[in-house]
Protein backbone atom coordinates (compact mmCIF):
# COMPACT_ATOMS: atom_id res chain seq x y z
CA UNK A 1 0.00 0.00 0.00
CA UNK A 2 1.32 3.57 -0.96
CA UNK A 3 -0.30 6.18 1.60
CA UNK A 4 0.30 9.30 1.57
CA UNK A 5 0.51 11.64 4.17
CA UNK A 6 -0.56 15.03 4.67
CA UNK A 7 0.44 16.46 8.09
CA UNK A 8 -0.58 20.12 10.03
CA UNK A 9 2.60 19.47 12.23
CA UNK A 10 5.69 17.53 12.02
CA UNK A 11 8.75 17.35 13.18
CA UNK A 12 10.26 19.42 14.98
CA UNK A 13 7.29 20.34 16.33
CA UNK A 14 6.29 18.58 19.24
CA UNK A 15 2.64 18.06 19.43
CA UNK A 16 -0.38 15.08 19.06
CA UNK A 17 -0.69 15.03 15.89
CA UNK A 18 3.13 14.91 15.35
CA UNK A 19 3.37 11.90 17.66
CA UNK A 20 0.47 9.92 15.99
CA UNK A 21 1.73 10.64 12.49
CA UNK A 22 5.11 9.29 13.28
CA UNK A 23 3.70 6.51 15.18
CA UNK A 24 1.18 5.53 11.88
CA UNK A 25 4.59 5.98 10.00
CA UNK A 26 6.53 3.66 12.13
CA UNK A 27 4.24 0.51 11.66
CA UNK A 28 3.69 1.76 7.78
CA UNK A 29 7.47 0.68 7.93
CA UNK A 30 7.71 -2.52 9.70
CA UNK A 31 4.68 -3.69 7.40
CA UNK A 32 6.58 -2.67 3.89
CA UNK A 33 4.43 -0.62 3.04
CA UNK A 34 5.22 3.39 1.08
CA UNK A 35 4.73 6.72 2.20
CA UNK A 36 5.29 10.20 1.59
CA UNK A 37 5.44 12.97 4.14
CA UNK A 38 4.35 16.63 3.35
CA UNK A 39 4.93 18.84 6.10
CA UNK A 40 5.02 22.57 6.87
CA UNK A 41 8.55 24.18 6.12
CA UNK A 42 11.74 22.93 9.21
CA UNK A 43 10.22 19.49 9.27
CA UNK A 44 13.39 17.13 8.37
CA UNK A 45 14.02 15.60 4.71
CA UNK A 46 13.01 11.85 6.05
CA UNK A 47 11.69 9.84 8.49
CA UNK A 48 11.89 5.99 8.70
CA UNK A 49 12.97 5.96 5.43
CA UNK A 50 10.33 8.55 3.80
CA UNK A 51 10.69 10.77 2.19
CA UNK A 52 9.50 14.54 3.86
CA UNK A 53 8.97 17.13 1.19
CA UNK A 54 7.84 20.70 3.05
CA UNK A 55 5.89 23.93 2.37
CA UNK A 56 6.04 27.43 3.68
CA UNK A 57 4.86 28.41 6.42
CA UNK A 58 3.45 30.83 8.80
CA UNK A 59 3.91 30.94 12.49
CA UNK A 60 1.05 30.66 15.08
CA UNK A 61 2.55 30.47 18.77
CA UNK A 62 5.39 28.41 18.14
CA UNK A 63 3.82 26.40 15.60
CA UNK A 64 4.24 26.65 11.98
CA UNK A 65 1.06 26.85 9.82
CA UNK A 66 1.57 24.86 6.63
CA UNK A 67 0.16 27.50 3.42
CA UNK A 68 -1.28 25.56 0.42
CA UNK A 69 1.49 25.32 -2.31
CA UNK A 70 1.33 24.35 -6.09
CA UNK A 71 3.63 21.59 -5.49
CA UNK A 72 1.01 19.54 -3.78
CA UNK A 73 -0.32 18.67 -6.77
CA UNK A 74 2.62 17.28 -8.23
CA UNK A 75 4.46 15.68 -5.59
CA UNK A 76 0.89 13.28 -5.06
CA UNK A 77 0.96 12.79 -9.20
CA UNK A 78 4.17 11.56 -8.58
CA UNK A 79 3.94 9.64 -6.04
CA UNK A 80 0.87 7.76 -6.97
CA UNK A 81 -0.33 6.91 -3.44
CA UNK A 82 -3.22 4.48 -2.98
CA UNK A 83 -4.47 6.44 -0.04
CA UNK A 84 -4.31 10.10 1.05
CA UNK A 85 -4.13 10.25 4.92
CA UNK A 86 -4.75 13.99 6.15
CA UNK A 87 -3.78 14.71 9.73
CA UNK A 88 -6.02 17.18 11.56
CA UNK A 89 -6.71 19.38 8.30
CA UNK A 90 -6.00 22.91 7.83
CA UNK A 91 -5.36 24.92 4.92
CA UNK A 92 -2.17 22.76 4.07
CA UNK A 93 -4.18 19.65 4.35
CA UNK A 94 -7.19 21.00 2.83
CA UNK A 95 -5.18 21.67 -0.05
CA UNK A 96 -3.61 18.05 0.37
CA UNK A 97 -7.82 16.19 0.34
CA UNK A 98 -8.90 18.54 -2.79
CA UNK A 99 -5.50 17.37 -4.62
CA UNK A 100 -6.56 13.44 -3.88
CA UNK A 101 -10.24 13.97 -5.21
CA UNK A 102 -8.81 15.72 -8.54
CA UNK A 103 -6.37 12.99 -9.21
CA UNK A 104 -9.05 9.93 -8.00
CA UNK A 105 -7.45 8.92 -4.62
CA UNK A 106 -9.39 8.38 -1.76
CA UNK A 107 -8.73 10.47 1.30
CA UNK A 108 -8.84 9.85 5.33
CA UNK A 109 -9.09 12.83 7.33
CA UNK A 110 -7.86 12.59 10.95
CA UNK A 111 -9.49 15.52 12.83
CA UNK A 112 -7.55 16.15 16.12
CA UNK A 113 -7.57 19.80 16.50
CA UNK A 114 -10.64 21.38 17.51
CA UNK A 115 -10.44 25.22 15.60
CA UNK A 116 -14.05 25.87 15.85
CA UNK A 117 -14.37 24.57 19.60
CA UNK A 118 -11.70 26.37 20.61
CA UNK A 119 -13.22 29.61 18.76
CA UNK A 120 -16.40 28.96 20.21
CA UNK A 121 -14.89 28.66 23.94
CA UNK A 122 -12.93 31.89 23.55
CA UNK A 123 -16.01 33.77 22.84
CA UNK A 124 -14.47 34.83 19.18
CA UNK A 125 -18.08 35.57 18.28
CA UNK A 126 -18.72 35.58 13.97
CA UNK A 127 -15.35 33.70 13.77
CA UNK A 128 -16.68 30.48 16.04
CA UNK A 129 -19.39 30.19 13.00
CA UNK A 130 -16.54 30.73 10.07
CA UNK A 131 -14.53 28.49 11.64
CA UNK A 132 -17.30 25.44 12.13
CA UNK A 133 -18.10 25.81 8.40
CA UNK A 134 -14.54 25.88 7.20
CA UNK A 135 -14.28 22.45 9.40
CA UNK A 136 -17.10 21.22 7.54
CA UNK A 137 -15.46 21.99 3.90
CA UNK A 138 -12.94 20.58 4.75
CA UNK A 139 -13.88 17.42 6.26
CA UNK A 140 -16.75 17.01 3.46
CA UNK A 141 -13.72 16.66 0.93
CA UNK A 142 -12.77 13.94 2.70
CA UNK A 143 -14.08 10.11 1.74
CA UNK A 144 -13.64 9.33 5.70
CA UNK A 145 -13.05 11.61 8.73
CA UNK A 146 -11.70 9.58 11.79
CA UNK A 147 -12.81 11.61 15.03
CA UNK A 148 -11.05 10.54 18.39
CA UNK A 149 -13.66 10.97 20.72
CA UNK A 150 -17.43 10.82 21.65
CA UNK A 151 -17.68 14.69 21.76
CA UNK A 152 -15.43 15.01 18.45
CA UNK A 153 -18.14 12.69 16.88
CA UNK A 154 -21.47 14.89 18.50
CA UNK A 155 -19.92 18.19 17.22
CA UNK A 156 -19.17 17.19 13.47
CA UNK A 157 -22.29 14.95 13.43
CA UNK A 158 -24.45 18.33 14.68
CA UNK A 159 -22.64 20.25 11.57
CA UNK A 160 -23.42 18.13 9.34
CA UNK A 161 -20.05 16.03 8.57
CA UNK A 162 -21.26 12.51 7.09
CA UNK A 163 -18.66 9.94 7.12
CA UNK A 164 -17.56 9.40 10.22
CA UNK A 165 -15.73 7.22 12.58
CA UNK A 166 -14.06 6.31 15.58
CA UNK A 167 -10.29 5.70 15.95
CA UNK A 168 -8.54 6.67 19.17
CA UNK A 169 -4.83 6.86 19.35
CA UNK A 170 -2.01 3.95 20.89
CA UNK A 171 0.10 4.67 23.94
CA UNK A 172 3.57 3.02 24.25
CA UNK A 173 2.80 0.56 27.11
CA UNK A 174 6.91 -0.34 27.18
CA UNK A 175 8.41 3.34 27.93
CA UNK A 176 5.65 4.35 29.67
CA UNK A 177 4.84 1.41 32.22
CA UNK A 178 5.06 1.32 36.18
CA UNK A 179 8.10 -0.45 36.83
CA UNK A 180 9.75 1.97 35.44
CA UNK A 181 9.29 3.79 39.21
CA UNK A 182 11.66 1.40 40.94
CA UNK A 183 14.71 3.05 38.44
CA UNK A 184 17.59 4.88 39.71
CA UNK A 185 16.61 8.05 37.63
CA UNK A 186 13.27 7.89 38.80
CA UNK A 187 14.73 7.68 42.24
CA UNK A 188 17.05 11.11 41.70
CA UNK A 189 13.90 12.65 40.12
CA UNK A 190 11.93 11.84 43.51
CA UNK A 191 14.52 13.01 45.36
CA UNK A 192 14.58 16.75 43.79
CA UNK A 193 10.82 16.69 43.23
CA UNK A 194 9.51 15.66 47.34
CA UNK A 195 12.54 15.65 49.07
CA UNK A 196 10.00 15.79 52.29
CA UNK A 197 7.85 12.76 50.87
CA UNK A 198 5.61 14.95 48.53
CA UNK A 199 2.79 13.88 46.29
CA UNK A 200 3.80 15.14 43.34
CA UNK A 201 1.28 16.37 40.96
CA UNK A 202 2.54 15.91 37.39
CA UNK A 203 1.58 17.32 33.96
CA UNK A 204 2.99 16.67 30.76
CA UNK A 205 2.48 18.93 27.52
CA UNK A 206 2.47 22.16 26.00
CA UNK A 207 2.47 25.05 27.83
CA UNK A 208 0.00 27.04 26.00
CA UNK A 209 -3.70 28.66 26.60
CA UNK A 210 -5.70 26.12 25.34
CA UNK A 211 -4.00 23.90 27.96
CA UNK A 212 -5.16 26.09 30.91
CA UNK A 213 -1.71 24.84 32.75
CA UNK A 214 -2.51 28.20 35.37
CA UNK A 215 -5.64 26.41 36.58
CA UNK A 216 -2.99 24.71 38.69
CA UNK A 217 -3.23 27.51 41.44
CA UNK A 218 -6.42 26.01 42.59
CA UNK A 219 -4.11 23.59 44.59
CA UNK A 220 -2.55 26.24 46.16
CA UNK A 221 -2.62 25.87 50.14
CA UNK A 222 -3.01 22.19 49.92
CA UNK A 223 -0.55 20.65 52.01
CA UNK A 224 1.69 17.26 51.61
CA UNK A 225 2.25 18.28 47.84
CA UNK A 226 5.02 19.54 44.81
CA UNK A 227 4.17 20.22 41.43
CA UNK A 228 5.84 18.69 38.06
CA UNK A 229 5.38 20.62 34.88
CA UNK A 230 6.76 18.70 31.69
CA UNK A 231 7.04 20.98 28.99
CA UNK A 232 7.19 24.37 27.43
CA UNK A 233 5.32 27.15 25.48
CA UNK A 234 4.02 30.38 25.21
CA UNK A 235 1.97 30.73 27.84
CA UNK A 236 5.40 29.93 30.29
CA UNK A 237 5.15 33.71 31.68
CA UNK A 238 1.93 34.11 32.21
CA UNK A 239 1.66 30.09 34.14
CA UNK A 240 5.17 31.03 36.19
CA UNK A 241 3.51 33.96 37.52
CA UNK A 242 -0.08 32.17 38.34
CA UNK A 243 1.75 29.64 40.05
CA UNK A 244 4.37 31.84 41.77
CA UNK A 245 4.89 30.50 45.50
CA UNK A 246 3.80 27.33 44.92
CA UNK A 247 6.16 24.37 44.97
CA UNK A 248 6.63 24.01 41.42
CA UNK A 249 9.61 22.20 39.73
CA UNK A 250 9.84 23.02 36.12
CA UNK A 251 11.38 20.23 33.87
CA UNK A 252 10.68 21.84 30.78
CA UNK A 253 10.36 19.67 27.74
CA UNK A 254 11.73 16.08 27.68
CA UNK A 255 11.00 13.40 25.44
CA UNK A 256 12.09 9.13 25.74
CA UNK A 257 13.61 7.79 28.42
CA UNK A 258 13.70 11.31 30.34
CA UNK A 259 10.13 11.55 29.56
CA UNK A 260 8.99 8.05 30.59
CA UNK A 261 11.50 8.48 33.83
CA UNK A 262 9.24 11.66 34.67
CA UNK A 263 6.11 10.03 34.40
CA UNK A 264 7.00 7.28 36.59
CA UNK A 265 8.16 10.17 39.35
CA UNK A 266 4.38 11.42 39.69
CA UNK A 267 2.05 10.21 42.08
CA UNK A 268 -1.15 12.09 40.25
CA UNK A 269 -1.76 12.98 36.85
CA UNK A 270 -3.46 16.41 36.46
CA UNK A 271 -4.95 17.88 33.05
CA UNK A 272 -6.62 20.86 33.50
CA UNK A 273 -7.36 22.00 29.86
CA UNK A 274 -10.81 21.87 29.02
CA UNK A 275 -10.04 21.43 24.99
CA UNK A 276 -8.58 18.06 24.56
CA UNK A 277 -10.11 16.34 21.35
CA UNK A 278 -8.28 13.20 22.67
CA UNK A 279 -5.90 13.46 25.67
CA UNK A 280 -2.64 11.58 24.37
CA UNK A 281 -1.04 12.14 28.10
CA UNK A 282 -3.76 11.04 29.52
CA UNK A 283 -2.98 7.68 27.91
CA UNK A 284 0.71 7.77 28.65
CA UNK A 285 -0.36 8.78 32.39
CA UNK A 286 -2.75 5.90 32.78
CA UNK A 287 0.11 3.47 31.06
CA UNK A 288 2.33 4.39 33.97
CA UNK A 289 0.35 3.30 36.10
CA UNK A 290 -1.18 6.68 37.44
CA UNK A 291 -4.62 7.88 38.94
CA UNK A 292 -5.58 10.82 36.56
CA UNK A 293 -7.56 13.93 37.59
CA UNK A 294 -8.90 15.93 34.14
CA UNK A 295 -12.28 17.89 33.39
CA UNK A 296 -15.54 16.31 32.14
CA UNK A 297 -15.37 17.45 28.39
CA UNK A 298 -13.81 16.34 25.09
CA UNK A 299 -11.59 13.66 24.60
CA UNK A 300 -10.99 12.58 28.83
CA UNK A 301 -14.84 11.93 29.20
CA UNK A 302 -13.80 8.66 27.25
CA UNK A 303 -10.45 8.28 28.88
CA UNK A 304 -10.99 8.34 32.28
CA UNK A 305 -13.95 5.78 34.05
CA UNK A 306 -14.50 8.63 36.95
CA UNK A 307 -14.18 6.86 40.55
CA UNK A 308 -12.02 3.57 38.88
CA UNK A 309 -9.15 5.03 37.30
CA UNK A 310 -9.18 8.55 37.66
CA UNK A 311 -11.82 11.87 38.48
CA UNK A 312 -13.53 14.06 35.96
CA UNK A 313 -14.02 17.48 37.64
CA UNK A 314 -16.42 20.07 36.16
CA UNK A 315 -15.00 22.30 34.06
CA UNK A 316 -14.20 25.45 34.92
CA UNK A 317 -14.84 24.79 38.38
CA UNK A 318 -11.78 25.04 40.61
CA UNK A 319 -13.36 23.70 43.69
CA UNK A 320 -13.98 20.71 42.41
CA UNK A 321 -10.49 20.28 40.48
CA UNK A 322 -9.08 21.01 44.17
CA UNK A 323 -11.48 17.80 45.89
CA UNK A 324 -10.55 15.43 43.53
CA UNK A 325 -6.80 16.07 43.65
CA UNK A 326 -7.24 16.49 47.46
CA UNK A 327 -9.11 12.98 48.10
CA UNK A 328 -5.85 11.35 46.01
CA UNK A 329 -3.75 12.94 47.77
CA UNK A 330 -4.66 11.50 50.89
CA UNK A 331 -5.47 8.45 50.08
CA UNK A 332 -2.51 6.35 48.81
CA UNK A 333 -4.51 2.96 48.90
CA UNK A 334 -6.74 4.56 46.72
CA UNK A 335 -3.87 5.98 44.55
CA UNK A 336 -2.53 2.83 43.88
CA UNK A 337 -5.74 1.15 43.37
CA UNK A 338 -6.84 3.94 40.36
CA UNK A 339 -3.01 3.59 39.10
CA UNK A 340 -3.69 -0.05 38.13
CA UNK A 341 -7.02 0.56 36.90
CA UNK A 342 -5.74 2.75 34.37
CA UNK A 343 -2.73 0.84 33.47
CA UNK A 344 -5.61 -2.56 32.66
CA UNK A 345 -7.61 -0.06 30.40
CA UNK A 346 -4.98 1.02 28.21
CA UNK A 347 -3.59 -2.73 27.97
CA UNK A 348 -5.16 -2.94 24.63
CA UNK A 349 -4.20 -0.10 22.85
CA UNK A 350 -0.95 -0.70 21.88
CA UNK A 351 0.23 0.99 18.73
CA UNK A 352 0.31 -1.78 16.72
CA UNK A 353 -3.10 -2.68 17.46
CA UNK A 354 -4.79 0.85 16.57
CA UNK A 355 -2.72 1.47 13.45
CA UNK A 356 -4.04 -2.01 12.17
CA UNK A 357 -7.39 -0.38 12.48
CA UNK A 358 -6.40 2.50 10.78
CA UNK A 359 -4.74 0.34 7.76
CA UNK A 360 -8.46 -1.01 7.94
CA UNK A 361 -9.92 2.10 7.52
CA UNK A 362 -7.45 3.18 4.46
CA UNK A 363 -8.64 -0.84 2.88
CA UNK A 364 -12.36 0.52 3.61
CA UNK A 365 -12.22 3.85 1.44
CA UNK A 366 -9.46 2.07 -1.69
CA UNK A 367 -11.83 -0.75 -1.92
CA UNK A 368 -14.76 1.87 -2.10
CA UNK A 369 -13.38 4.12 -4.46
CA UNK A 370 -12.44 0.74 -6.79
CA UNK A 371 -16.29 -0.19 -6.79
CA UNK A 372 -17.45 3.43 -7.59
CA UNK A 373 -14.66 3.32 -10.43
CA UNK A 374 -15.64 0.14 -11.86
CA UNK A 375 -19.49 1.35 -11.64
CA UNK A 376 -18.64 4.06 -13.98
CA UNK A 377 -16.63 1.96 -16.07
CA UNK A 378 -20.09 -0.43 -16.73
CA UNK A 379 -22.04 0.82 -19.72
CA UNK A 380 -25.34 1.74 -18.38
CA UNK A 381 -27.15 -1.34 -20.54
CA UNK A 382 -25.31 -3.58 -18.67
CA UNK A 383 -26.11 -2.22 -15.28
CA UNK A 384 -30.06 -2.30 -16.07
Known sequence: MKVAVVSESFLPTVSGVTTSVCKVLDELRRQGHDALVIAPFGAPPSYAGFPVHTVPALSYRQFPVGLPNPRVLGLLADFAPDVLHAASPFLLGAQGIAAARRLGVPSVAVFQTDVAGYASRNHLGQATGLAWRFVKWVHDGADLTLVPSTASMSDLR??????????????????????????????????????????????????????????????????????????????????????AGMPVTWLGRLAGAELAAAYASFDVFLHAGTEETFGQTLQEA???????????????????????????????????????????????????????????????????????????????????????????LVPAAQRR
Not at 225 to 231: E, K, Q
Not at 324 to 342: C, I
Not at 343 to 366: D, H, M, P
Request: a positive charge; charged letters at 25%.
Open 158 to 243: RIGVQRLDRWTRGVDLESYHPNTRHGPEVAALRRRLAPNGEVVIGYVGRIAPEKQVERFRALSGLRGISIALVGDGPSTPLVAKAL
Open 286 to 376: HAAGLPVVAPRAGGPIDLIEHGTDGFLFTPDDDRDLRRHVAALVTDAPLRHRMGEAGRRAVLGRSWETVCATLFGFYTQVIDESLAVRAET
